[in-house]
């Protein structure tokens, strides 16, 4: 079983930055891939970021592209975002989620989500 425990969310002004962790804990060895996803009150969870293990890819939504950057630290066991120049759109409760990877495309494990972080930017 893989646990995800994110944190790093806040309130932040348009134009401002954060940076969410994500911590894992417990095997990973069957996970090849983590993304991050975000849901916005009233709409479907979204695909935001993802980071390919083996061969360091990474892929990102194009509302983000440029803004967000996904990276990993294997010895803290911990992936981040770096969301940088956030606009209100953006607020939504951020979510890690371990997966696989396959055809150029990320594909979460339904079985492997955190609890979630709140990223609420104002205007």
């Known amino acids: 079983q893989v646990q995800l425990v994110e944190s790093g969310g806040g309130l932040v002004q348009a134009g401002g930055s954060l940076r969410l962790s994500c911590a894992v804990s417990g095997r990973t060895f069957s996970t090849f891939g983590m993304g991050w996803f975000r849901q916005a009150p009233g709409k479907e969870r979204e695909f935001v970021a993802a980071?390919?293990?083996?061969?360091?890819?990474?892929k990102y939504a194009d509302s983000v592209k440029g803004r967000f950057t996904i990276s990993r630290d294997n010895a803290k066991n911990t992936v981040y975002l770096q969301m940088n120049n956030l606009k209100p759109e953006d607020t939504a409760v951020y979510y890690c989620?371990?997966?696989?990877?396959?055809?150029?495309?990320?594909?979460?494990?339904?079985?492997?989500w955190g609890q979630g972080t709140q990223v609420t930017v104002s205007s």
């Open positions: 989620n371990a997966g696989v990877v396959g055809g150029g495309n990320y594909h979460p494990n339904p079985r492997y």
């Open positions: 980071l390919w293990w083996s061969g360091g890819s990474t």
